[in-house]
């Protein structure tokens, strides 16, 4: 999905789209985007029906490796790690588990205009 997609379904200019947006959600549309799309990527691995290629596919990311750097700035750890990490908790393993803080997500992520 694109910024322009957005704006030509909402029949908004995008500097309109963009300002109207930021004041009263206090983030960018693909910023929020993107939160949205890696919200649902956390909740695909913890269902542990997909593999990572699928849930990248799923959520029209390119390529895994598309989706795993956008998962890491998003999250701070990797898919994977993600994965690991949730399978530890739900299996009650927490020893050892560390606390990650959550990387800058201010960078695109692909299928942002």
Not at 46 to 65: C, D, G, P, S, Y
């Amino acid at each position: 999905m694109t910024l322009e997609a957005v704006c030509l379904h909402a029949g908004l200019s995008r500097a309109y789209l963009q300002k109207s947006f930021q004041s009263a959600m206090g983030v960018s549309v693909m910023k929020y985007y993107r939160y949205l799309r890696i919200a649902r990527a956390k909740y695909y691995i913890r269902q542990r029906a997909w593999t990572m290629t699928e849930i990248a596919e799923r959520l029209k990311f390119n390529t895994v490796h598309q989706f795993s750097a956008c998962f890491r700035k998003v999250e701070g750890v990797s898919p994977r790690e993600y994965a690991a990490s949730v399978r530890s908790w739900i299996d009650g393993d927490l020893e050892g588990t560390t606390v990650v803080e959550k990387g800058d997500a201010g960078e695109t992520c692909g299928h942002e205009g």
